[in-house]
Nanobody, 119 residues
């Protein structure tokens, strides 16, 4: 059974940093892309960052320059380091895995971790 389990969310203040983690299990994701999406109340789920099987990365404009996605293939874990957090970064953050960054939405999903940024 494939599982993606996120952790690292919480309540932080504006300007703080946070690192989210996602551990994948149930199959090998070595050749897969992994990524992060987020969904705020009343809004659609949106792409945040993705990392391809070859290490290539892609970021949403809203987090570019403030976030770094990385992965530890041996640990089947993907990370999202976020800094200079803003209240508008508040959302449930979801981890995903798919064949490519462009097809993450059609792949596997975690249950999400809440990030709340207070002003």
């Amino acid at each position: 059974q494939v599982q993606l389990v996120e952790s690292g969310g919480g309540l932080v203040q504006a300007g703080d940093s946070l690192r989210l983690s996602c551990v994948a299990s149930g199959r090998s994701f070595t050749g897969y892309a992994m990524g992060w999406f987020r969904q705020a109340p009343g809004k659609e789920r949106e792409f945040v960052a993705g990392i391809g099987w070859n290490g290539g990365t892609l970021y949403a404009n809203s987090v570019k320059g403030r976030s770094t996605i990385s992965r530890d293939i041996a640990k089947s874990t993907v990370y999202l380091q976020m800094s200079s957090l803003k209240p508008e970064d508040s959302a449930v953050y979801y981890c995903s895995a798919g064949r490519t960054i462009g097809t993450l939405k059609e792949g596997y999903w975690g249950q999400g971790t809440q990030v709340t940024v207070s002003s």
